[in-house]
């Protein structure tokens, strides 16, 4: 298995907060790891310091065997394509130009777009079933287009791990199954790794290979969901009270709160 991305003690703090308090796990190739917890509980900042837009952290995050603190936003944009839970920009955009967005990383100094940039411009569209809105303006598309476009925009980005922020947060149960599915597919077809940081527990196993839990800054358990979930684990991650049950369709766990 290869090891995509190893992270190593982190720890990070807010001036007095302090969010990761010695953070450790690994990432491998054409995996989703799915990371849970509580509101506060560090996972958008994990996701921040991967992303490298937290530099100053305590510990190591290697990607690739490379520490993130000293590589580039343009060599990390290379790798990594960041679908954050809402995306709105500050101008009215064509949705063609969100997803050139993505192409930015891969301009040199010396030319700009090239013909390849819009063919895969196209092609990522249309894998998003986003090509239907290409000159629309981003800002008049409903919630659930608009992350057509954005995941069209991390297709055409090509970067080979998938940071996935509550993608599916705003988005109702058919349009969250789609996008789900399309992303799930692309990562088999491109060997896509993924983190995908989630509050649907149930939505978040069925998705992933393993999941982690993430509490006061330390994750409490990480494994394969039918390996580590228990009633009890439940409680001290979100101290609410859950049954598990087999889901009979996926033959996962179903966590059934009450
Ligand atoms: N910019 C900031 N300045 C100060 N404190 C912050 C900042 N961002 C986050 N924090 C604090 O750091 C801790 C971890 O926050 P983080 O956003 O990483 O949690 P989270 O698990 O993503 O939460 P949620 O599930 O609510 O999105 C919280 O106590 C939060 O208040």
Same mark, same amino acid.
């Given at each position: 298995m290869v090891e995509v991305l190893k992270a190593e003690r982190v720890k990070y703090s807010y001036g007095e907060i302090q969010a990761l308090n010695g953070v450790s796990f690994s990432l491998y190739e054409g995996e989703i790891l799915s990371i849970l917890g509580p509101n506060g509980g560090g996972k958008s900042t994990l996701l921040k310091i991967v992303s490298g837009i =937290? @530099?100053?952290?305590e510990g190591s995050v290697k990607l690739y065997g490379k520490e993130v603190s000293v590589c580039s936003i343009k060599e990390l944009a290379r790798i990594i394509s960041y679908i954050p839970q809402e995306f709105s920009p500050a101008f009215d955009l064509r949705c063609e130009t969100i997803v050139l967005f993505g192409r930015n990383p891969h301009v040199t100094a010396l030319h700009s777009f090239t013909k390849d940039d819009y063919k895969i411009i196209e092609e990522s569209m249309k894998r998003a079933d986003a090509l239907e809105f290409r000159d629309r303006l981003f800002n008049t598309l409903s919630g659930g287009e608009r992350q057509r476009v954005v995941i069209a925009k991390a297709i055409a980005q090509k970067g080979k791990i998938m940071l996935l922020d509550?993608? &599916? &947060?705003?988005?109702d149960p058919g349009h969250s199954q789609k996008l789900i599915e399309l992303v799930k597919n692309m990562m088999k077809l491109e060997g896509i790794t993924a983190i995908n940081v989630a509050h649907d527990i149930n939505q978040a196993i069925n998705m992933s290979d393993r999941i982690a839990f993430l509490k006061d800054g330390k994750i409490l358990a990480v494994g394969k969901a039918e390996e580590i979930l228990t009633e009890t684990l439940i409680e001290k991650v979100y101290d609410a009270k859950s049954t598990i049950i087999e889901n009979? =369709? &996926? @033959?996962k766990p179903l966590v059934v709160f009450y």
């Open positions: =937290l @530099k100053n952290y509550e993608f &599916t &947060t705003h988005l009979p =369709l &996926t @033959k």
